[in-house]
DNA sequence: TGATGTGGTTGACGTGGATCAACGGCGCGC
DNA sequence: GCGCGCCGTTGATCCACGTCAACCACATCA
């Protein structure tokens, strides 16, 4: 979940080396291009985008980026950092429903109120580019390529929660923190770093809001991981020893809830 | 989770009379408008979207409308008649992961993989509007309205899976029953039924996968609302006695996963 | 260097919902 | 009109995870 390598981290950005440009916001120039909204289009229609991000906002470490009930104006592209979305309920009780990093979308929920849905927390100082609504509709209204990746990343986004359902639908705890840790090695691997080693940027209270479990549970569960050899646990620290011994926690151990 | 009144239902379409009109797929002429994609364009608009509807199809019962692996074509509206969604593990567990009716649009899942991801199964026999996503994109890029719908519908999608995460990961098996009723009553009366009374056209089994409980927890959470005078069950006949107990029961009791 | 706070681990115990099992109601085909 | 299968209900028991509580690691700050 680390992007501009703000804290020490054990990855190595080992594809597209990261050049902090603070004056150019084109996406053009990005090199996230292919992690993020303009992936798969033409160098032609990539062009056009240039005046789609209109601002790159900073985001320090706890802030919110927006809350439900903000009003939607624009969605945005994690530049650099993380993130986590929730839904809070009236009695205090927290649904964390994502962790976003460098490359992913945020906002799409404020689309269809016109207003925003839940929360959007960053984990770490973040960057994000600003992408304005109104703009992003009338824009992919002429570049095809555009419009297209948009909706694929909506429905991206669609599945994953159907991915998220299911797990918590249907997953005992050590699969649901095997699914979440296979996961994430996924995303770091799309994003250069190491697929085996990486550093936890949530809480372990956020991770069980996420996966539907209490803290404790987490905890246990990490605990039983490591005492089998799974993975190696330091603190916020990750080392997946054997990735294969995940994959199977996954498939196999039927029942549960 | 009627359409068309094809069973025995206390309900009543009260705003909208409910011709079937075989003939004729034009938006424009259908009485189902203000549920379905077309919500809010306006009359010019609507015109324009003679040819989005390429056919209707008709889906038997327990047939499905697509199945996870399916090439992506289209996304389908539905015309009359209910359906669910799920995703299969490989060991066979299942979760559902919505209940759809009429109005409501299938297979957005699909855009994001050009195939689908999940199984869209009929729960009586129904009907659909084909929508042919390569037209749906073009007219798209021409008609803003549709446009601006288009994307409010798959926003909507991510914000209800939200709740959905809400639901499993943070309420007991009560508060997630009444969710689930008090969501049905207002879908109802979207389309013109009662908000109080109405017939379920899922098993037990369904509404327990749909939300992460086995069915007896299902059944014996109905029992319980039966005893205490909030809703009385027959069988897949619902009556809702008493909606402001359900709102309570969602809001209230703290604790659960 | 010690005080304070936040986050993580671990243990003992309680409980909500799963599991297993028996039975009842209802629709369907013969 | 009867037998069969599916669906739903209910009871008894079990267990995975929640709850409560103590303690530890580490960071921040005076």
Do not use: W
């Given at each position: 979940?680390?992007?501009?390598?703000?804290?020490?981290?054990?990855?190595?950005?080992?594809?597209?080396?990261?050049t902090v440009n603070g004056l150019k916001s084109a996406c053009s120039q990005c090199n996230l291009l292919?992690?993020?909204?303009?992936?798969g289009m033409s160098e032609h229609e990539l062009n056009r985008l240039d005046d789609l991000v209109g601002a790159r906002r900073k985001i320090k470490r706890q802030q919110n980026l927006y809350r439900a009930g903000d009003p939607f104006e624009a969605i945005y592209a994690i530049r650099a950092g993380s993130f986590k979305t929730d839904v809070l309920l009236e009695d205090g009780r927290e649904q964390v429903?994502?962790?976003?990093?460098?490359g992913e979308i945020l906002g799409l929920d404020g689309i269809s109120a016109e207003s925003h849905s839940c929360n959007a927390?960053?984990?770490?100082?973040?960057?994000?580019?600003?992408?304005?609504?109104?703009?992003l509709e009338e824009l992919s209204r002429e570049v095809?390529?555009?419009?297209?990746q948009f909706h694929k990343v909506m429905s991206r986004e669609i599945v994953r929660d159907h991915g998220v359902m299911m797990l918590l639908g249907s997953m005992r705890a050590e699969e649901r923190l095997a699914a979440f840790l296979l996961n994430l090695s996924?995303?770091?691997?799309?994003?250069?770093?190491?697929?085996?080693?990486?550093?936890?940027?949530?809480?372990?209270e956020e991770i069980g809001s996420?996966?539907?479990?209490?803290?404790?549970?987490?905890?246990?569960?990490?605990?039983?991981?490591?005492?089998?050899?799974i993975v190696a646990v330091q603190q916020k620290h990750i080392r997946i020893l054997d990735p294969g011994r995940?994959?199977?926690?996954?498939?196999h151990q039927a029942g549960g809830r």
């Amino acid at each position: 979940m680390n992007g501009q390598g703000s804290e020490s981290d054990v990855q190595m950005k080992v594809t597209v080396p990261v050049t902090v440009n603070g004056l150019k916001s084109a996406c053009s120039q990005c090199n996230l291009l292919e992690l993020c909204l303009p992936f798969g289009m033409s160098e032609h229609e990539l062009n056009r985008l240039d005046d789609l991000v209109g601002a790159r906002r900073k985001i320090k470490r706890q802030q919110n980026l927006y809350r439900a009930g903000d009003p939607f104006e624009a969605i945005y592209a994690i530049r650099a950092g993380s993130f986590k979305t929730d839904v809070l309920l009236e009695d205090g009780r927290e649904q964390v429903t994502g962790f976003q990093m460098t490359g992913e979308i945020l906002g799409l929920d404020g689309i269809s109120a016109e207003s925003h849905s839940c929360n959007a927390v960053a984990l770490e100082d973040s960057e994000v580019c600003v992408i304005g609504y109104a703009r992003l509709e009338e824009l992919s209204r002429e570049v095809e390529g555009l419009q297209h990746q948009f909706h694929k990343v909506m429905s991206r986004e669609i599945v994953r929660d159907h991915g998220v359902m299911m797990l918590l639908g249907s997953m005992r705890a050590e699969e649901r923190l095997a699914a979440f840790l296979l996961n994430l090695s996924q995303r770091f691997t799309a994003r250069g770093f190491s697929a085996a080693e990486f550093n936890l940027r949530m809480t372990r209270e956020e991770i069980g809001s996420y996966l539907g479990l209490k803290l404790e549970t987490v905890s246990r569960a990490f605990s039983r991981f490591q005492e089998e050899g799974i993975v190696a646990v330091q603190q916020k620290h990750i080392r997946i020893l054997d990735p294969g011994r995940l994959k199977k926690i996954l498939q196999h151990q039927a029942g549960g809830r």
